[in-house]
Structure formats: structure tokens, C-alpha cells
């Protein structure tokens, strides 16, 4: 039997399918079956599915309770080839892949699925897009294989594509299982921190008490949740600010500044996981946002509704393991200048990144007589670009000691600001150029809790050079830590297989898995393994460790 399969959901609810040879293609005739689920079930041999987009298939599968080993998510593909070819933004479904190879007329990708409250609709929705018959289906795989072979570095470009698929399987599987939230438990925290609710939807009590405070220190009336009204409010009492972020204002020697500070922190959870949020995210135990794997420029993941990578620590209470279950939450430690060592090369920060002890302390004794606080700003001031002021100077003391780490993230800022293509270690690319204008991240495309502060995403991010050579030095350390977790995710499910336990929650260098209790020390275990081999595939024979600080606990909360 092929270890390789292509197969093409039909419109009917039945399925296209084909064995693949070593070279990719057809090894045998296309096939017509009538259930999806049956026809993977009956292969279970199958090595890697080859299909068009995980989110238009897996789901469908995982409701039925079958799950598959490996895959090749061919949109997702077509993504990271685009942008190794410098063309990042052009449309990636595989219709659009399907017409530029047969030199026809692109059509635009359709827009993003905005994703629904638990409450309001099924959990899982097909993926939009017009079928594509199997046979045209493998004409583009077929391409995109001769396309990696041009890659700058193949081996290494299809390694990024095989780990890219699997994230796209393991969120498919967070999205099934959801994060354990105990709902009684977030009702007791919103109770507590803003009071009783009032009849036709208004503030809660603590909030309409902290802006009676606020009128009052002003002397007047004063909408606290309106920015321009504060602003106002601060300019008549002669203190003139220009906005009402919370480094402006909390200085200020004004009676309204406390009172105003404590409102804004109760109101983003009000309106961000009050009881609204509550009703619609949480279902049967569960909050279940959309997670999408690679859905930043960088490679992190984003959430498609409910915030799901923004859960204040108060909240957090409420995320709470089964009866006789724990979560097993892990931390990746010092992740950033780990991998700048590993993808520098330089000898210094990789013999301090392979020690036992904490790396920016060792880096301290280095370059800052020992001062650990001095050495973290010059690390994430070299990854991040902060080389003016303290962080030149501070720059230029790690250049002294760990010269061709710096050079490294120098160089890639050269090359953002000249418009040059920049690559991770495993070749997720830069794009070289942005168009800015009025568009918003949602105009652009992208989910409306997706963008990071350090994520540059075409349609919302300035034109200026240096801005762009800023993101490009931040880009190949955080894109290749991207792409070390992708790995590390896909090395954790295949452990966890066999197990109960379950991967709930991951956000760029955390991960939680919920488990029995009984299973706790072997999952824990489990992502070291997980993180060294990750280590390994991405980034070669280097000394270089990625350490994890792990807590087994029964609630969230009490993880940090």
C-alpha cells in the first residue's frame, strides 16, 4: 500500500482519492468514495494525507473520532512559497495556485471566515473556497515540490512546510478539545472584581462607582471609557496630555488618576471576558476560540475570536483541569536569545546558551560585570532594536563579547531596510516591501486579536525603512522560534498519542496540556524530549539548550 494519499472532499459529502509514489505523483487511479471519515479509517497506513487545507477536512474527520498521523496542507504550502519567492500577499487558495501555473486568471482568496460564539453556531464550518477536483489538486502539489527543490535551502524549506502542516493538525485538535473553564468559577471572579450587574446591560456597580469617583476628582461629569472626554477633562484642570494610556497618566498629581487607572484595568475585562464573553465562548466546560497556526507574517499563531491569547491572570482562575486531571503548563525559558544563538552560530552565546544556569546572568558576567538586568536589555535590545540612547551603548558591549550574534541581527536589519528578502533558519520570509493606506487589519485580512506588537503584517505597517529594518531584526529570531515550536508541538503530539491527555493551549512560547493526574510527570518529561529533538531538526548540532519551567497544577492561575 502507498504510504502517501491524496484525497479531495466532493460536493456530494463523498471524497476523491489517489495513492501517491515516491515522486509525488498518481501511483495508481483516482478513486470515488462515498463518506470522508470511512475512507481515511480504512487506511489507517497511511503516512501523510496530502489535501488541500487541514481546516477543510480535519474537523470533519476529528468529529467522527479519526485522526491522522501526518499531512500536506497544500494552501498552507503555497503560503510559505510565496513568500520565499518574494511574492507574499498574493492569493494562496489552490485555485489561485491552480491558474498561475496554467497561466489563467487569479482569482482573489476569499475572505476570512469570521469566527462565531459557541452559542450562536457549530463549532466547525466548511472551508470556504470552490472545490478543486483531485487530478488539478496534484498538478499544483506536483509544482509546489519542484518549487521547494528551488528553495534557497530545500531540505530545510520542506521541513518548514512538514512542520507547518502539523501545527495545522495540532490546532485543528485544540480546537476540538478547548480549554477546560470552569464557568462558575469566572462568574465568582467578575462578581468580585466589578460587582452586581445591573438590569439592561450598564456598567456593573464597581465601575459605575469608580466613575462617579472620577467625575467627582474632576468636578464635573466625565465618561471614563471615552478617551477624548479625559483628555478634556485633564486639559480644563491645566494638566495637558495626549492620551490616556496608563504610562501618561499614572505619574500625574491629580485626584482622578487612581480611581481612572483602576476603571480602565476593570473595564477591559468587563467588555473582554465579562459575562458577555462568557456566554458566548464557553460551551460544556470548554472555552473554544479558533486557533490559527501560522497566522502572523512571523509565524505565530493568532486566535479567530475570543481573545484566546489575551486571558488576563485574574481569568485565569477560572481555567481549571477536570476532576482527577491536572495541567501540565510550560514555559519556554529565555527562548528569544537562545535561538539567536543557534542561528548566529556565535561561539560565546552558544556556550552560554548550553549551560545549565540561568543564560542572562551568564551573559551578564560576560559583558555587564555581572549586572543581570543591564544584560536582558542589551539581549532584547538587540533582537528587538533598541540601539539608541542605553541600548547603543549596551549594543555595543554585547558586540564586544558575542560578535557575530549581533552581526547576525544587523545584518538582517540591512537587509529589511534596503527591501532585501530576510529568512528564518528554515526559510518563512519577509516580505521585502509594504503598501500602506487606510486599510485595517480587518480590511486586510486578518483576525482582529491576531496582530503583535512585534508582528509586521503587510496592509497595516509603515513604509518607513528603518521601521522595516527594525521588524526584519526581530524577524529571524522570532520566525525561527516559530518555527523550533512548530516542531516541538508536532514531536509533543506524537508522544501524547497514545495517551489521554490532551494539548489545550498554546501561545508562542507556552504550552498546557491537560492530562490525568497520573500522566503529569511523563507529559512533563515529554516536552523536554519534545523541545530537544525540536531543537535538533530546526537548528542542527548545536550546543545549545531550550529549557522549559514547568508547573503541574490544577488551575491556571497558580502556574505562575
Known sequence: MADRWALAPAEDGGVQLAPLGPDGLPAGPVRWEDDLARAVRDRPRVARWVWRSTSEVYPRLLATGVRVERCYDIEDAETLLLGHEGRYGEPRSAAAALARLRGGPVPPDPPLRSAAPAAQSPLFEPAQGDPVPLTDLLDVYADQQRRHDRAEHPDRMRLLTAAESAGMLVAAEMNTAGLPWRADVHREVLHDLLGERYAGGGEP????????????????????????????????????????????????????????????????????????????????????????AGGTVTGRWVTNGGGGLQIPKVIR????????????????????????????????????????????????????????????????????????GDGLKNLAALRRRFPRAVAYVDDAARAGEEGRLVRTWLGRTCPPAVVTGDDTSEEAGIPQDASATEDWTPGYASTNSRARGRFARNFVVQGSAADWTLLLLAALRQTLAPMAAELVFFQHDEVIVHCPAEEADTVAAAIRDAAALAAHLTFGDTPVRFPFTTAVVECYADAK
Do not use: C, N
Request: glycine fraction near 6%; aromatic fraction near 10%.
Open 317 to 388: 482562575r477560572a481555567v481549571v483541569a477536570d476532576p482527577g486531571w491536572r495541567l501540565v503548563v510550560a514555559d519556554a525559558d529565555q527562548m528569544e536569545p537562545r535561538v539567536l544563538a543557534a542561528i548566529s552560530r556565535d561561539p560565546g552565546l552558544m556556550e552560554v546558551a548550553g549551560r545549565e544556569s540561568d543564560l542572562y546572568q551568564s551573559v551578564s558576567e560576560r559583558a555587564f560585570s555581572g549586572d543581570r538586568a543591564q544584560a536582558k536589555l542589551a539581549v532584547l535590545g538587540a533582537v528587538y532594536g533598541q540601539t539608541s
Open 205 to 292: 456597580r464597581r465601575l459605575a462607582e469608580l466613575a462617579d469617583e472620577v467625575s467627582a476628582a474632576f468636578g464635573r461629569r466625565v465618561r471614563p471609557d471615552l478617551p477624548a472626554d479625559v483628555v478634556k477633562a485633564f486639559a480644563q484642570a491645566g494638566i495637558k496630555i495626549s492620551s490616556t494610556r496608563r504610562w501618561e497618566i499614572e505619574s500625574l498629581d491629580h485626584p482622578a488618576v487612581k480611581p481612572l487607572i483602576e476603571y480602565k484595568k476593570l473595564y477591559r475585562i468587563w467588555v473582554a471576558h465579562g459575562w458577555t464573553w462568557l456566554q458566548d465562548w464557553v460551551r460544556d466546560g470548554r472555552f473554544r476560540p479558533e486557533f490559527l
